[in-house]
């Protein structure tokens, strides 16, 4: 876990507007499971380099996990004069099949009837 009180005669020694920094919860709310995976494909004949990073992440709310971080980031990342985003995507993965007589989203339902 990175120190983000530790400074060396009186300056931060991770910048507040680094992206560490911005992005760490700050609430239990926005506690949420992240991965990133990283691309570089090799430059052929007569093509250039197709570099990047693909983002993952998995919570059960976005709107209250997710995008407070990712507000924080868009407004003051020092990242960002290097990071051009290309696509995003929400997508709902239903919860596993309990029982053999079970089917996918089965939870889902019987919690609202």
């Excluded at 709310?29 to 990073?53: H, I």
């Excluded at 407070?68 to 596993?96: C, H, K, M, Y």
């Amino acid at each position: 876990m990175p120190d983000l009180d530790a400074a060396v005669d009186g300056i931060p020694v991770i910048p507040p507007n680094a992206h560490i920094a911005l992005a760490r919860h700050r609430t239990a709310d926005e506690q949420f499971l992240r991965r990133p995976y990283n691309y570089d494909d090799q430059p052929g004949a007569g093509r250039t380099t197709d570099s990047g990073l693909i983002f993952a992440s998995y919570q059960r709310d976005p709107a209250r996990q997710f995008v407070p971080v990712q507000e924080r980031l868009a407004a003051a990342d020092a990242l960002n004069q290097w990071i051009t985003t290309i696509g995003s995507a929400t997508f709902a993965v239903l919860p596993g099949v309990g029982s053999p007589t079970g089917y996918l989203g089965q939870t889902l339902l019987e919690s609202h009837r």
